[in-house]
């Protein structure tokens, strides 16, 4: 069973460039499942650069929007980024107990709590300044 079930109502946002980039979230966290020693490494390590990138656009949108929430955003951004760094970091000390329960029992409630607060206020706050 994956690790983040992809619901299209939950999921989508219905503005393209993040709703792929949400899926690409979804199915870099879920690729993780099956992983061990150096390909989980590998692949969470390529999750967190995915993460970073996204991260930044994210920031790019809420500035070029005066996104009112942007301190709160960038602030829960900062803490996950944090999380994974640190869990990346014991992956490449070959630790993996910790990094699997971040990656199970963590990462996808975070991501689903995010996206249905914050990144959907985002995308609502982004579609009143286009009306």
Same mark, same amino acid.
């Given at each position: ?6 619901? @299209?109502? @939950?999921?989508?946002? =219905? ?11 979804? /199915? #870099?966290?879920?690729? $993780? ?8 490494? #590998?692949?969470?390590?390529? $999750?967190? #650069?995915?993460?970073?990138?996204? &991260?930044?656009?994210?920031?790019? +949108? ?18 996950? $980024?944090?999380?994974? @760094?640190? &869990?990346? =970091? /014991? $992956?490449? @000390? =070959? ?11 963590? +990462?996808? =409630?975070? &991501? ?9 206020? +985002?995308?609502?706050? +982004?579609? /009143?300044?286009?009306?």
């Amino acid at each position: 069973m994956p690790l983040i079930l992809f619901n @299209q109502e @939950q999921h989508l946002l =219905g503005m393209s460039e993040m709703d792929n980039t949400h899926l690409d979230f979804i /199915q #870099q966290v879920n690729a $993780l499942e099956n992983k061990k020693g150096d390909a989980l490494c #590998q692949c969470f390590a390529e $999750l967190l #650069q995915h993460t970073i990138d996204h &991260f930044e656009r994210e920031d790019q +949108l809420m500035q070029a929007c005066s996104f009112p929430q942007i301190a709160e955003h960038r602030e829960e951004h900062r803490k996950v $980024l944090a999380e994974m @760094q640190r &869990f990346c =970091g /014991q $992956l490449k @000390q =070959g630790k993996s107990m910790f990094a699997r329960a971040f990656i199970r029992e963590r +990462l996808p =409630g975070w &991501f689903d709590l995010h996206l249905s607060t914050m990144d959907s206020a +985002l995308v609502w706050h +982004l579609e /009143q300044r286009a009306n």
